[in-house]
């Protein structure tokens, strides 16, 4: 799997970091406003999550950008995906919790390995959770309940987030990704802000070789990526 700098990096650096700078101002105006707030622990506790989210989010765009930046091909593991989900699901818990968000873990049935760059599907992962625990308060029929679920599909292992939100869809996507370099908010169905832990995300996974796209599982409306499993590990 060879990489070609030119294709991802100038997405990276330009459109994806105004985005990533629109969307930096919501927490670091939640940080200023609880600061002079803040009476107990409690509250604490609600700025440092916020605060590690915004870092987290930053952390992922460098990561993409190293990632699409690279010549030679990606170093690659066997990953279980109820792992990653779980550990994905552990560090979007206090955000989950600062928007009321119920967080899930549904893994239908037992899957083998599949082979992966680790970090990147996780860092692609939390960069998309972090945006939909974001929008689902502003989906008005919607059940603040997000699920990271992992299933087969005839492609390979799907490994997503999931809602009850029909605004998680391929045309919104599309259209998302028409609108990224001449809106400020080109998720405008979805989520009010510029949505860049969705593009950090697409950009992320195109960079493994991999692609966003909407899917449907147990009824619910997610995003997630195709995996394609380690046979390999499986005959051993």
């Known amino acids: 799997m060879t990489l070609d700098a030119s294709q991802h990096a100038p997405i990276l650096s330009q459109q994806l970091l105004v985005s990533i700078a629109e969307e930096l101002k919501l927490p670091l105006m939640q940080i200023a406003r609880q600061a002079e707030q803040a009476a107990d622990p409690a509250d604490l506790a609600g700025i440092q999550t916020t605060a590690d989210s915004a870092l987290k989010l930053l952390d992922n765009y460098l990561l993409g950008v190293r990632l699409a930046a690279v010549r030679t091909p990606l170093d690659s593991e066997s990953v279980s995906v109820a792992s990653v989900l779980y550990d994905t699901g552990q560090q979007l818990t206090g955000l989950a919790r600062n928007y009321g968000v119920d967080l899930e873990l549904n893994i239908a049935g037992r899957f083998g390995p599949v082979r992966a760059h680790r970090a990147g599907l996780q860092a ?3 960069s998309l959770g972090a945006s939909l625990i974001e929008a689902l308060p502003a989906q008005e029929s919607a059940r603040l309940r997000l699920e990271l679920a992992t299933h087969r599909c005839r492609y390979g292992i799907v490994a997503g987030l999931y809602a009850d939100t029909p605004n998680l869809s391929r045309n919104v996507l599309s259209r998302g990704r028409a609108l990224q370099k001449r809106s400020r908010q080109p998720l405008v169905n979805l989520i009010h802000t510029s949505g860049a832990g969705i593009f950090i995300a697409d950009a992320i996974l195109r960079a493994m ?6 899917s ?8 997630g990526a195709v995996l394609k499993p380690n046979y390999q590990t499986q005959l051993i």
């Open 124 to 126: 692609a992962l939390f």
């Open 209 to 214: 070789n991999l692609r966003l796209s909407a």
């Open 216 to 223: 449907r599982h147990h009824r619910l409306y997610g995003l």
